[in-house]
C-alpha cells in the first residue's frame, strides 16, 4: 500500500526554468493538498483540491499552478522557477477536506 | 489570518528525559492535530484531539485540548533516541512552525 507517492525527490532547477511536481494517492481520498517547507517557517499551504474538479488557493500560492488531473493525482507546476521557490515540497491527502492528513515523502527542489 | 504560536523552537534534552511543547491560536477552534516529521520523511499524525479538556495518549505521548479551545500540549515521556525529529501542531489545514527535538543518548 504505497499511500501519497511523489515524484520526483530531488529536483535542480535553473531561474526561469519549469516543471512540474506529480503527486499520486492510492487511499481513494477526496482532497488533496499542495504545502511548501522552508526552515523555522512549518509548513505552508500552497493549494488545494477539496475533491476531484475543484482547487482553490491556499496561503502562498504565487508562482504556482495547480491540476487535479483525476481523483488520485494532483500536480504542481512551476511555470518559471525563481530562486525563492528553493524548498521541500509536500504532496498530502485526506478523506475530506480539513481532516486529518496523509503525507508524501517529499520533493527536494533548488533553483539556482 | 489565524496564526499558530508553537514553542519552543528546539529542543535539546537527554534521553530519558520528559518534554513538554505547546501551541496557541489567535481564535477558538474544535480540533487540534499534533504530526511529527522524521527526517527526510513527510509529517505523520501522531494525535487528534477533538474536545476542549480532552487529554489522549498514544504511548509515552500525551496531548491535551486546552480548556479555553486556544491552546494545546504536547508531553513525550522518557524520551529515546527515535523520538528525534519536528513535531508539528495543526489546526484543520494550517500548521505551527513545528518544534525541532534532539535527544542525546
Known amino acids: 500500500n504505497a499511500g501519497v507517492t511523489q515524484t520526483p525527490k530531488f529536483q535542480v532547477l535553473k531561474t526561469g526554468q519549469s516543471m512540474t511536481l506529480q503527486c499520486a494517492q492510492d487511499?481513494?481520498?477526496?482532497?488533496m493538498y499542495w504545502y511548501r517547507q522552508d526552515p523555522g517557517m512549518g509548513l505552508r499551504l500552497i493549494y488545494y483540491?477539496?475533491?476531484?474538479?475543484?482547487?482553490d488557493k491556499g496561503e502562498v500560492p504565487n508562482g504556482y499552478n495547480v491540476s487535479r488531473l483525476n481523483k488520485r493525482e494532483f500536480s504542481l507546476r512551476l511555470e518559471s522557477a525563481a530562486p525563492s521557490q528553493t524548498s521541500v515540497y509536500f504532496c498530502?491527502?485526506?478523506?475530506?477536506?480539513?481532516?486529518?492528513?496523509?503525507f508524501g515523502s517529499g520533493t527536494q527542489l533548488s533553483v539556482l | 489570518g489565524q496564526q499558530l504560536n508553537q514553542s519552543p523552537q528546539s529542543m535539546f534534552i537527554q534521553e530519558g528525559e520528559d518534554v513538554s511543547m505547546n501551541c496557541t491560536s489567535s481564535?477558538?477552534?474544535?480540533?487540534w492535530l499534533w504530526y511529527k516529521q522524521d527526517p527526510g520523511e513527510g509529517p505523520v499524525l501522531l494525535i487528534a484531539?477533538?474536545?476542549?479538556?480532552e487529554l489522549t495518549s498514544n504511548g509515552r505521548l500525551t496531548a491535551q485540548f486546552g480548556i479555553t479551545r486556544k491552546d494545546s500540549f504536547l508531553n513525550i515521556s522518557a524520551s529515546i533516541p527515535s523520538d528525534v525529529g519536528i513535531y508539528f501542531c495543526?489546526?484543520?489545514?494550517?500548521f505551527g512552525a513545528g518544534t525541532r527535538l534532539t535527544v542525546k543518548p
Open positions: 483540491s477539496a475533491s476531484e474538479g475543484t482547487t
Open positions: 495543526a489546526i484543520r489545514v494550517r
Open positions: 481564535s477558538i477552534f474544535n480540533t
Open positions: 484531539l477533538y474536545k476542549a479538556g
Open positions: 498530502a491527502s485526506s478523506v475530506r477536506r480539513v481532516e486529518k492528513l496523509f
Open positions: 487511499m481513494n481520498h477526496n482532497s
